[in-house]
């Protein structure tokens, strides 16, 4: 198994990830949510100068914040600073156009811009459309400009089988946040696995998923105040979006919609207010606030983060590993440098 690291885009982060390099860990991600973090391709820009081996995935972009002409010129450019180490996720958006007060994408529009994205960075042509008017475009300028030659990794954001299966059916892998049942993955790897077979791509990729990870001192309960502030902003993100969905919201237990529900009160705000993700997404992905920690119920400790025992989660990520993840990407929000270490023994 593999380890990544995902942090939100800040001036400084290319030291996290020099020294997620030296603890020899193999991607260093930043999140795409331009209006609650800064701009991953700045970001990644800074660590690809700072770093000679890490792959570098952005994650992940989508169909509604970027035209796919210059997401790919964005993409291409970052290969060129960093030659073949570049992972490109993208997906429908699903938080970044909701810290909008948008709707994501259609998979059909998954669909499309995965594959302009992977037809311009490779050099090659893709149509163009705005209204009703549609032109081929590519890359007039290449030489130092981008880098269309080495390759880039491509994911896709996958929550169900729609997105597996565009996954595959592009020769893509997949990426998803805080899913951590092994049947479910199993299921996103066969549905992937079948796609691609009939889309006739014969090369294996790759499975990421990012979550949070704690290890338990001797004693130290497993819902204790430092486990939840280490996957406490993961927990947040499924209320979040509870809190803006109640049909999904009641799919959860009761005791985790009661929990949406003291949110959505402590935000002063309700589920079909216009302004809502003006509150419900301020330091979206950020440590949680101490008064936030009761929000974070047992069940979500163990549905969304690592957190355990050395020897089970030992287990834990050997059932992940055999459900077809290939890497594990942690946030780490509490003491960072602790944490990749941690990790990085583990």
């Not at 079948?194 to 090369?203: I, L, Q, S, V």
Request: aromatic fraction near 6%; charge should be negative.
């Amino acid at each position: 198994m593999r380890k990544g690291v995902v942090v939100t885009a800040r001036p400084g982060v290319e030291e996290l990830a020099v020294r997620a390099e030296k603890l020899g860990f193999t991607s260093f991600w930043v999140y795409d949510t331009p209006m609650v973090n800064g701009d991953p391709f700045v970001g990644l820009a800074l660590c690809a100068k700072a770093t000679s081996r890490i792959k570098l995935g952005i994650g992940v972009t989508s169909p509604f914040l970027r035209a796919a002409p210059a997401a790919a010129a964005a993409v291409a450019s970052l290969n060129a600073l960093a030659p073949g180490r570049i992972i490109c996720g993208v997906g429908t958006g699903n938080t970044a156009r909701r810290t909008l007060g948008m709707k994501p994408a259609r998979m059909a529009e998954l669909d499309r811009f995965t594959r302009q994205l992977q037809e311009l960075v490779a050099g090659g042509t893709t149509e163009y459309r705005e209204g009703e008017r549609v032109r081929d475009v590519r890359f007039l300028h290449l030489g130092p400009y981008v880098n269309t030659e080495d390759p880039v990794e491509f994911v896709v954001a996958a929550f169900g089988l729609k997105a597996a299966e565009i996954a595959g059916r592009r020769g893509a892998g997949t990426i998803s946040f805080g899913l951590l049942d092994p049947d479910a993955w199993s299921a996103f790897t066969t549905t992937r696995e079948t796609a691609a077979k009939h889309a006739g791509h014969a090369h294996r990729s790759d499975s990421y998923v990012m979550t949070s990870l704690h290890v338990l001192a001797d004693g130290e309960a497993r819902d204790s105040d430092l486990a939840r502030d280490s996957m406490g902003h993961v927990a947040m993100a499924l209320l979040t979006f509870a809190a803006d969905n109640p049909a999904f919201a009641e799919a959860l237990t009761d005791e985790e919609q009661d929990a949406v529900r003291r949110l959505l009160d402590r935000r002063g705000t309700t589920a079909t207010a216009e302004d809502r993700h003006f509150s419900l997404y301020t330091n979206y992905l950020g440590r949680i606030a101490a008064e936030d920690r009761d929000l974070v119920v047992p069940s979500l400790v163990d549905k969304l983060g690592l957190v355990g025992t050395r020897d089970e989660l030992t287990r834990r990520i050997a059932a992940l590993e055999r459900s077809g993840i290939d890497e594990i990407v942690i946030q780490p929000v509490v003491d960072p440098e602790r944490e990749l270490a941690e990790w990085a023994e583990l």
